[in-house]
C-alpha cells in the first residue's frame, strides 16, 4: 500500500492545503505554465503572486517561479477562500471523546468544505473551534437538514467509521414536520429508485428496481401538520424529502421538492423541518453499543406561527 504524502504546509483556518499531482507527462516547460493551465479560475497573476511569496510548496520547500516541470510530482498550497455569508447558529455539542465527536449540526451548515461554502461549515469550524486539526467526518448531512452528525478525532479510526456508515451498519432516525393527510395510511415502508445526476441540483424518482427504502411513521398531528419519524434503510441522495413529496406531504421549508424553489443563500428564515434525531450502533472500535439523541427541535413544530410568518430577509 502506498503511504499517504503528508502536506509539508499546517491547516490555516482549519482546512487543509490542497494538494496537486502533476501528470506523468506534458509539454509545459515550468511548473508555472502547468498550474496556469491546471487551476484556470485562478488568474495567472495570482499564480505569479502565490510563486513569488512562496506560498506552493514541494517536499523540498518552496517551488520557484521558474522551477522547470516535473512530471508526477506533487505540489500543495491554500486556496483563496470564497466571499461567504455567516451561517447564524452555534452548533451542539452531544458527545465528545477521546475516538469521538457527536454534534446537533444546524441548519444551512455544510458538512464539509464544497463549492460556495467552505469556512462556514461544520468540520473546519469544529476543527478551529475545539483544537482539533484531525477531526474528520464519519458521515455527512445536507446542509439543509439539522440534527447529528458525528465526527472521528483520530485519523487511524478514520476508515473503521466511515465504513460501518458505508456498510449501513448505523440505524438511523429523523424527524420531519410535514401536512397531515388523514387519508394517508401510515406506517408504511416506501421503495422507490432514485437517481442523482452529475451537475443536476435535484434528484428524481425513476421506474426501476427500487434502491431506496424509508419507513414513515406519523408520531402525532395538530392544526393540519404532522410530526413524522422516518427511518431509511437506505442512503439515497435526498431520499427523505423525495420519499415525503412522493406520498403528498412534501417537508415543510423544502424548496426543492414537489417544485424547485431559489432561495438566497443568506435567507435562514424557513429552514427545511428534517431533523437527524438519532443514531445506533456497535462501535467498530470500543465494542460499546452506541445511542445518541439529538437534543434540537423542528420550529415549524413548536413554534409554528413564528416560522408560518417569517418573511425571506427578515
Not at 455539542?93 to 457527536?102: A, R, S
Not at 420531519?176 to 401510515?186: D, K, R
Not at 427504502?213 to 431520499?239: F, I
Not at 437534543?295 to 408560518?308: C, V
Amino acid at each position: 500500500m502506498r503511504r499517504k504524502l503528508r502536506s509539508p504546509l499546517p491547516q490555516r483556518n482549519g482546512l487543509d492545503a490542497a494538494r496537486l499531482r502533476t501528470p506523468a507527462e506534458g509539454a509545459w516547460v515550468t511548473m508555472r505554465d502547468h498550474l496556469v493551465d491546471r487551476l484556470p479560475r485562478v488568474a495567472p497573476e495570482r499564480i505569479d503572486m502565490m510563486l513569488r511569496e512562496q506560498l506552493i510548496v514541494d517536499l523540498d520547500g518552496p517551488v520557484a517561479p521558474d522551477a522547470p516541470f516535473l512530471p508526477e510530482h506533487f505540489l500543495w498550497f491554500h486556496r483563496d477562500l470564497p466571499d461567504e455569508i455567516p451561517v447564524p447558529f452555534e452548533i451542539g455539542i452531544i458527545h465528545h471523546d477521546d475516538t469521538l465527536l457527536v454534534v446537533d449540526k444546524p441548519h444551512f451548515l455544510a458538512t464539509i468544505p464544497r463549492g460556495k461554502h467552505v469556512v462556514e461549515t461544520a468540520l473546519v469550524r469544529l476543527r478551529r473551534e475545539l483544537g482539533i486539526p484531525t477531526l474528520s467526518p464519519a458521515h455527512r448531512l445536507d446542509r439543509v437538514t439539522a440534527g447529528l452528525l458525528m465526527f472521528v478525532v483520530r485519523p487511524e479510526h478514520r476508515g473503521a467509521y466511515q465504513t460501518m456508515f458505508r456498510d449501513r451498519l448505523v440505524r438511523k432516525s429523523y424527524e420531519a414536520i410535514a401536512p397531515y393527510e388523514p387519508t394517508l395510511e401510515l406506517p408504511r415502508t416506501v421503495r422507490s429508485r432514485i437517481v442523482k445526476e452529475r451537475g443536476i441540483i435535484t434528484a428524481q424518482e425513476v421506474p426501476g428496481p427500487p434502491n431506496a427504502e424509508t419507513l414513515v411513521e406519523l408520531v402525532e398531528h395538530r392544526d393540519g401538520l404532522g410530526r413524522y419519524e422516518l427511518t431509511p434503510t437506505t442512503g439515497r441522495t435526498h431520499q427523505l424529502r423525495l420519499h415525503m413529496s412522493g406520498l403528498g406531504v412534501p417537508i415543510l421549508g423544502d424548496d426543492f421538492y414537489p417544485v424547485l424553489t431559489e432561495t438566497p443563500l443568506g435567507d435562514f428564515t424557513r429552514p427545511l423541518q428534517l431533523l437527524a434525531k438519532t443514531l445506533d450502533f456497535a462501535d467498530p472500535v470500543t465494542g460499546e453499543q452506541r445511542r445518541f439523541r439529538s437534543r434540537a427541535t423542528l420550529r415549524a413544530w413548536t413554534a409554528y406561527d413564528d416560522w408560518a410568518g417569517a418573511k425571506p430577509g427578515s
